[in-house]
């Protein structure tokens, strides 16, 4: 739920109708002046950051981790606002679930967000398939982006 999804607007527009000049604010507006969605010279919440969709970076596993036995390939995804994603790995289009860990998005000193996601295989699994994609849904939009073990070797 969005932090504004929980207020009904007609509750919140009985807080913003009171005198201007009332010295203690209602809990409404306490609360949206403390989470920065309220300014005294409005009557509506406002957003901190505008949107922004998140820049999109993968990489594929090293020759060094191949040789230990080991591929992990890593979406970084930084830049977006609101602070929310959901990344989906896929192998040759088909989505793959295990191996699988994605990072909590963290808030940048710019008040947008960051984070990553990691696919961890062994090498055999990395060569066995022609394409790899990082797929990172925001904001109802899909961003991807993909490597293929044959532009690595």
């Known amino acids: 739920m969005s932090e504004l999804g929980a207020f009904r607007w007609p509750l ?5 109708q009171r005198d201007r000049g009332e010295r203690e604010l209602p809990p409404c ?3 949206l002046r403390r989470e920065g969605f309220w300014k005294p010279q409005s009557t509506l919440p406002h957003q901190r950051s505008p949107k922004a ?4 970076n993968m990489f594929a ?5 191949l ?11 930084g830049g ?11 192998a040759d289009g088909a989505t793959v679930s295990e191996g699988v860990e994605t990072t909590k ?3 940048q000193t710019d008040n947008k967000y960051m984070a990553s996601s990691y696919l961890t295989l062994t090498p055999a699994q990395w060569k066995a398939k022609n394409s790899y994609t990082c797929q990172v849904t925001h904001d109802g939009k899909v961003f991807e982006k993909s490597v293929s073990p044959s532009e690595c070797s």
């Open 12 to 16: 919140l527009a009985r807080f913003t």
């Open 29 to 31: 507006r306490t609360w």
């Open 53 to 56: 969709s998140p820049t999109v």
């Open 61 to 65: 596993p090293s020759s060094a981790e």
């Open 67 to 77: 040789d230990s036995k080991k591929a992990t390939l890593v979406c970084l995804m």
């Open 80 to 90: 977006f606002y609101p602070g929310s994603v959901t990344v989906t790995w896929k």
């Open 105 to 107: 998005p963290s808030k």
